[in-house]
């Protein structure tokens, strides 16, 4: 996954999950207003906060999870 395609995912994950930006932000320990610009592209998330995102939006931190064939 690509950073530049992380705030589309976090989006879409956020809205499936029923979650709205402040509750979001509150899970993960940042303001609303961060979570907004992670969303919209503007700001990268420090690695702190993009595996807490990950944890709580359930995104695989390090690319799509490979079952065995």
């Known amino acids: 996954?690509?950073?530049a395609?992380?705030?589309?995912i976090m989006r879409k994950k956020r809205i499936e999950k029923g979650l709205s930006q402040y509750e979001l932000a509150?899970?993960?320990?940042?303001?609303?207003?961060?979570?907004n610009?992670?969303?919209?592209?503007?700001r990268n998330p420090s690695f702190e906060v993009?595996?807490?995102l990950c944890a709580?939006?359930?995104i695989p931190l390090?690319?799509?999870?490979?079952?065995?064939?």
Do not use: A, N, T, Y
């Open 50 to 52: 993009l595996v807490k």
């Open 1 to 3: 996954m690509q950073m």
């Open 26 to 35: 509150d899970l993960v320990g940042i303001k609303q207003p961060s979570i």
């Open 5 to 8: 395609e992380f705030h589309e």
């Open 62 to 69: 390090f690319g799509e999870d490979k079952k065995d064939e």
């Open 37 to 42: 610009h992670i969303e919209m592209g503007r």
């Open 56 to 58: 709580v939006l359930e």
